[in-house]
């Protein structure tokens, strides 16, 4: 079983569409995320939510909005998608309290937006 | 704001050879992680260093953290080709759990 999944894992769309990618954790943490990865392989945070509740906040374009319906889903709705969304996005998650807790990601989802 | 910087970004070496990545932070932190990405894949953790002095080995590859000088490295042990990857090193704050990357040190091992 996979422990962070998400789906798409490819994704094509033209500007101006709304798309969302839905991401699933299996491990029983309490904490999820979600990254960007550019043309550049730079990684960086856009949000991050500790048993349902919103943590993390980047300076991330409004029309980004997660939605974490319970502890084990993390989703992530992007509105009038732009040629610069482009990226790979990952999912994450991890046990915040307690030591030496790993943090691990999904596969990623690859967003075209052409 | 916490920065995290690797050098070197681009680090091309031969099989046999020993080499560091080295992994400089600007802010005191409790948790220091490396990974490694494959082209097309997701990240795999390889260490989690939470101390002063830890080391933790793995194969042909060495963590270590010094959160005095804020500075952890990876060392390379007589690379093969299978090391070939780019390798990540983050860093967390226990005030925000923001995990902060560098960017990244694309590795070659060439035979």
């Known amino acids: 079983d996979t422990a962070v999944s998400q789906t798409p894992k490819y994704l094509v769309t033209q500007m101006g569409n709304d798309k969302s990618i839905k991401c699933e954790q299996n491990?029983?943490?309490?904490?999820m995320y979600w990254y960007k990865q550019d043309s550049k392989k730079f990684l960086k945070i856009m949000f991050s939510?500790?048993?349902?509740?919103?943590?993390i906040n980047e300076t991330v374009p409004n029309r980004f909005s997660p939605k974490s319906p319970d502890k084990a889903h993390l989703n992530l709705h992007i509105n009038s998608l732009e040629l610069g969304d482009s990226a790979v996005y990952f999912c994450?998650?991890?046990?915040?309290?307690?030591?030496?807790?790993?943090?691990?990601f999904g596969e990623g989802s690859w967003l075209t937006v052409v | 704001e916490l920065k995290v910087e690797q050098n070197p970004l681009f680090l091309s070496m031969q099989e046999g050879k020993n080499y560091t990545i080295y992994c400089n932070y600007s802010?005191?932190?409790?948790?220091l992680y490396w990974y490694r990405q494959d082209p097309g894949k997701s990240l795999e953790s390889l260490f989690v260093l939470l101390s002063n002095g830890a080391v933790k080995q793995e194969g042909r590859l060495m963590a270590s953290l010094d959160t005095k000088a804020r500075l952890s490295t990876l060392h390379i042990t007589a690379a093969v080709h299978d090391l070939s990857a780019t390798y990540f090193c983050?860093?967390?704050?226990?005030?925000?759990?923001?995990?902060?990357f560098g960017k990244g040190t694309l590795l070659t091992v060439n035979p």
């Open positions: 491990l029983g943490h309490d904490t």
């Open positions: 983050a860093v967390m704050l226990s005030s925000n759990y923001k995990l902060t």
């Open positions: 994450a998650s991890s046990r915040i309290q307690g030591t030496g807790n790993t943090i691990y």
């Open positions: 802010t005191t932190s409790d948790r």
């Open positions: 939510y500790n048993n349902k509740e919103l943590i």
